[in-house]
């Protein structure tokens, strides 16, 4: 940031008084300018023992698979972007949206909110940002194609839950490391 949205005038990067984190603060107005995580609601869309996953159409990760997933708007719900999530990414629709899993990305700043939630009616197709959407079996996912870490993590934990016969909450800490690799910090 180099301007302020307020006023126009240059901001500094410094250290507020009674704050402990360097916040872009501007020259003239003093408006201090916080930047935070941004929130992205997805879920596990169920049907008769598959789920949902959608082949991506969009960068980043153009053609791999993921569970419907995105930014959740101002004014809207967590369980609310989920649904959304579902419908604009596979023309889904997902009733009965329990939360899953909760994890913060430190290496994009978000937090991640996935919910379990049944398919309505076993109905898919591609959205927009879709090129193609299927029902999967655990033994036929495609693993060394999904699109995120945390995707990958959330059906790996779906999955080993589902064989015991439990769902619990997860909550996890995904940190990028040298060379793209990532180590998961768990808290539950």
Known sequence: ????????????????????RPRHVCDACGVIHYQNPKIVAGCIPEWQGRILLC?????PRYGLWTLPAGFMENSES???AAAREAL???NAVVDN????GLYSLLHVSQVYLMFRGQLRDGYASPGEESLETRLYTEDEIPWD????????ETLRQYFAERRAGAF??????????PEN???IHRYS
């Open 1 to 20: 940031m180099r301007f302020c949205s307020q006023c126009g005038a240059p901001v500094t990067l410094s250290i507020p008084p009674g704050d402990n």
């Open 55 to 59: 082949r991506r159409a969009i960068e």
């Open 78 to 80: 967590a369980v609310t």
């Open 88 to 90: 604009e990414e596979a």
């Open 97 to 100: 949206l329990t939360l899953y």
């Open 145 to 152: 194609q999904i699109a995120f870490t945390v995707v990958h």
């Open 168 to 177: 619990t909450l997860h909550v996890g800490d995904i940190i990028s490391e």
């Open 181 to 183: 690799q990532f180590r």
